[in-house]
């Protein structure tokens, strides 16, 4: 079983600067993709931004210039750096990993941190 812990999240004034990292726990597994997602009150989960293997990054329209996505394979980690925050960058950030198993083949799973606040005042 892999584990998804957050950290970093809080309280910054627009304009701010705020770090998300996100570790994987567990063993015996290959981490595919990494990314962030967010989600606010009454809304549908939306993509922030995706770092597969390869090291490509994928980012929301809305963040592109200001949010950069990093990995770190050795630790199985994904940070993003958010630069130039907005009060509509509030949000719950949730770290989002897609693992293989090496018992398991090609079979992927899609595993879920569990949330970490964002806020952004004006």
């Given at each position: 079983?892999?584990?998804?812990?957050?950290?970093?999240?809080?309280?910054?004034?627009?304009?701010?600067?705020?770090?998300?990292?996100?570790?994987?726990?567990?063993?015996?597994?290959?981490?595919?993709?990494?990314?962030?997602?967010?989600?606010?009150?009454?809304?549908?989960?939306?993509?922030?931004?995706?770092?597969?293997s390869?090291?490509?990054?994928?980012?929301?329209?809305?963040?592109?210039?200001?949010?950069?996505?990093?990995?770190?394979?050795?630790?199985?980690a994904?940070?993003?750096?958010?630069?130039?925050?907005?009060?509509?960058?509030?949000?719950?950030?949730?770290?989002?990993?897609?693992?293989?198993y090496?018992?398991?083949?090609?079979?992927?799973?899609?595993?879920?941190?569990?949330?970490?606040?964002?806020?952004?005042?004006?």
């Amino acid at each position: 079983q892999v584990q998804l812990v957050e950290s970093g999240g809080g309280l910054v004034q627009a304009g701010g600067s705020l770090r998300l990292s996100c570790l994987a726990s567990g063993s015996g597994f290959t981490i595919k993709n990494m990314g962030w997602f967010r989600q606010g009150a009454g809304k549908r989960r939306e993509l922030v931004a995706t770092i597969p293997s390869d090291g490509s990054t994928n980012y929301a329209d809305s963040v592109k210039g200001r949010f950069t996505i990093s990995r770190d394979n050795a630790k199985n980690a994904v940070n993003l750096q958010m630069n130039s925050l907005k009060p509509e960058d509030t949000d719950v950030y949730y770290c989002n990993a897609i693992i293989t198993y090496r018992s398991g083949g090609s079979l992927e799973f899609n595993y879920w941190g569990q949330g970490t606040q964002v806020t952004v005042s004006s």
